[in-house]
């Protein structure tokens, strides 16, 4: 018996390894679903528009948003579900607010990732890891980071940030924005109706979108 | 104490601390393949290093390749634990490599990311620790002879 002891813990740690990875791994992809659409639309315009769910769907979202703002980091994770719930059209708006100094490159860095076909990751990292590039010195370094870490072409990518392209993309959104009356960061549209600034939050915005969706569908 | 039961405390000693560097690098993998960004308490370091093209080897990421190391650190060390000299001398090899590795991590991550990752550091002591037992295994060996 002895002698079979050696093989049978190291093949006993062989299974533990890779059965765990799987299970963390299984773990992981279900709390953090990729979006299953992140392709951005192009709209009539030529201006690019990054768009979560049917094109049909009874109610769309549209967000103005600043990467660095707590308040939209805190929808982040509400919206996506509620897109999920309803089915919802989500359309995301740079808005880059002045006063924070590293929203402008994020929107840039989400911007470049959008060039690759991931947004909406990109849209998600920069959310949940606010608390740490927005205090950062470097924020660049750690978009850069970011980029790696959703494996994109990093040299596409650095050069996406920097090109004039995606620059005129965040200001021709921010121009969109200033020009229906956008001043602050979250402002949200539900089917071009503007949710009043007290009610977006995580607890009453679900109530506003149950209400946009009878509002659609009056006889469901 | 006779030497084959120095030799089984030293080899299940360095098994032990292969395993917890099998366990890390493992997380490390998992975190990597999710696309999930590892969290270091807060500090911004661990993404400028994890995510760095370092982290990559031919598309491979580097806690893949580091947590097939330890495990065949983790390997070579229970057979010799178990008396099989051959292993032995494959584990030290094994451990040399790592060895060689970390000094290379280290120096990308001190001189050309400015970043310390602490995955990386924690991992960086456990291979020196693995390598002190590597050098000191002959003393001791020889001190019983």
């Known amino acids: 018996m002895r002698r079979y002891l050696p093989f049978i813990i190291v093949i006993g740690v062989a299974l533990l390894a890779v059965g765990s990875g799987i299970f963390f791994y299984r773990a992981k992809r279900s709390a953090n679903p990729t979006p299953k659409i992140s392709k951005a639309d192009t709209a009539p315009s030529g201006e690019s528009i990054h768009a979560l769910g049917p094109k049909d769907a009874p109610v769309t979202l549209e967000e103005f948003g600043d990467f660095q703002c707590p308040p939209c980091g805190k929808l982040s994770e509400p919206i996506n579900q509620l897109q999920k719930k309803y089915n919802l059209r989500v359309i995301f708006r740079q808005f880059p607010l002045p006063m924070h100094a590293n929203a402008k490159e994020a929107a840039f860095a989400s911007e470049a990732a959008a060039r690759q076909g991931r947004f909406w990751q990109m849209h998600d990292v920069l959310y949940r890891e606010q608390a740490v590039w927005s205090k950062s010195t470097d924020a660049r370094a750690l978009f850069n980071a970011y980029a790696g870490m959703l494996q994109l072409d990093l040299g596409r990518f650095r050069k996406d940030m920097d090109s004039t392209e995606v620059q005129r993309q965040v200001e021709t959104d921010q121009q969109r924005g200033a020009d229906i009356g956008v001043k602050t960061t979250p402002t949200i549209f539900l089917n071009d109706e503007v949710v009043p600034p007290k009610q977006i939050n995580p607890d009453e915005l679900p109530a506003m979108v149950e209400a946009a969706m009878k509002k659609a569908k009056p006889s469901s | ?145």
Request: glycine residues 8%; charged residues 10%.
């Open chain 2, 1 to 145: 104490m006779s030497r084959s039961c120095v030799q089984t405390i030293f080899y299940s000693t360095a098994a032990l601390i292969s395993l917890v560097g099998l366990a890390e690098a493992t997380y490390l993998t998992v975190v990597f393949l999710s696309g999930e960004t590892a969290v270091c308490g807060g500090s911004p370091d661990c993404f400028q290093v994890l995510g760095s093209s370092y982290a990559k080897i031919g598309g491979v990421p580097v806690s893949g390749l580091g947590a097939l190391a330890y495990f065949s650190a983790f390997t070579f060390a229970t057979f010799a634990a178990f008396g099989y000299a051959q292993a032995r001398r494959f584990f030290a090899w094994t451990v040399i490599a790592m060895f060689c590795m970390t000094l290379w991590l280290l120096f990308v991550q001190a001189f050309r990311l400015h970043a310390f990752c602490r995955y990386c550091l924690f991992s960086a002591a456990l291979i020196f620790l693995l390598t002190g037992l590597v050098v000191a295994r002959p003393v001791a060996e020889t001190e019983k002879n």
